[in-house]
T-cell receptor, first 115, second 108 residues
Framework: DAGITQSPRYKITETGRQVTLMCHQT?????MFWYRQDLGHGLRLIYY???????DKGEVPDGYVVSRSKTENFPLTLESATRSQTSVYFC??????????????FGSGTQLSVL | GDSVTQMEGPVTLSEEAFLTINCTYT??????LFWYVQYPGEGLQLLLK???ADDKGSNKGFEATYRKETTSFHLEKGSVQVSDSAVYFC???????WGAGTKLIIKP
C-alpha cells in the first residue's frame, strides 16, 4: 500500500535488549523523521534525515541509532532499551526538498513498552 | 531559540460550543505556522497552515490567523462536534519545533 508505514504497531521488550522500529514510505520523500510522544512533552524529535546516508540529531538522540541506506526506509534502533524509552514513536516524511511544501506525513505510530 | 507555547489541556466543551486553543511562538524571521491534529489511536495529520503575516489558514471549519504583532496563531472553530475530540498541536516551520499539544474533549 502507498503511504508511510511503521512496524511493529506494538512492542514489549525488556531492559537492555536491542529493539528496531521500522519505517517505510512509498513516496520517495527526501526527508524522514523520528519523534517520540510522551505525556506532558508533546512531540520530541529524535533524529531526522535529509536524504539517503544523511542523518542528523534532533532534540533527544541519546540511546538511539538511525540509518538510511535507502530513501524509503528509516529504521530506528534502541541499542540497549531503558524504561525511560517507553513511549509512542512516530515516523514522518516530507517532500519539502522537491516541492517546498513543509507538510509532514505521519505513520500510525509504534507503542513501545520497556519492562 | 525558537519555541511554541500552547494552552494546557484538556479542554472540555459541549457540542456546538465555540473553541479557541491558544498558540504563541518565538522565532526569528516570519516562519510558516502549522496546526496538526491527532485523532485517538492515529498519527498526526496537517489541519491547516499559514505562510505569512495576516494569512488565515482554514480547514474542516477550523481557522487560525497568523498575527505577527502578537506572535500568535490561535486555533478557532465556531461550533465544535464530538468528532473534533483529538489532540491539537501547534508547530513551527518544518515541524522541528512542536507545542506540547492540547487535548480537546467534546461532550454531546
Amino acid at each position: 500500500d502507498a503511504g508511510i508505514t511503521q512496524s511493529p504497531r506494538y512492542k514489549i521488550t525488556e531492559t537492555g535488549r536491542q529493539v528496531t522500529l521500522m519505517c517505510h514510505q512509498t513516496w520517495s520523500h527526501s526527508y524522514m523523521f523520528w519523534y517520540r510522544q510522551d505525556l506532558g512533552h508533546g512531540l520530541r524529535l529524535i533524529y531526522y534525515s535529509a536524504a539517503a546516508d544523511i542523518t542528523d540529531k534532533g532534540e533527544v538522540p541519546d540511546g538511539y541509532v538511525v540509518s538510511r541506506s535507502k530513501t524509503e526506509n528509516f529504521p530506528l534502533t534502541l541499542e540497549s532499551a531503558t524504561r525511560s524509552q517507553t513511549s509512542v514513536y512516530f515516523c514522518a516524511s516530507s517532500d519539502i526538498a522537491r516541492t517546498s511544501n513543509e507538510k509532514l506525513f505521519f505513520g500510525s505510530g509504534t507503542q513501545l513498552s520497556v519492562l | 531559540g525558537d519555541s511554541v507555547t500552547q494552552m494546557e489541556g484538556p479542554v472540555t466543551l459541549s457540542e456546538e460550543a465555540f473553541l479557541t486553543i491558544n498558540c504563541t511562538y518565538t522565532a526569528t524571521g516570519y516562519p510558516s505556522l502549522f496546526w496538526y491534529v491527532q485523532y485517538p489511536g492515529e498519527g498526526l495529520q496537517l489541519l491547516l497552515k499559514a505562510t505569512k503575516a495576516d494569512d488565515k489558514g482554514s480547514n474542516k471549519g477550523f481557522e487560525a490567523t497568523y498575527r505577527k504583532e502578537t506572535t500568535s496563531f490561535h486555533l478557532e472553530k465556531g461550533s465544535v462536534q464530538v468528532s473534533d475530540s483529538a489532540v491539537y498541536f501547534c508547530a513551527l516551520p518544518f515541524a522541528l519545533i512542536w507545542g506540547a499539544g492540547t487535548k480537546l474533549i467534546i461532550k454531546p
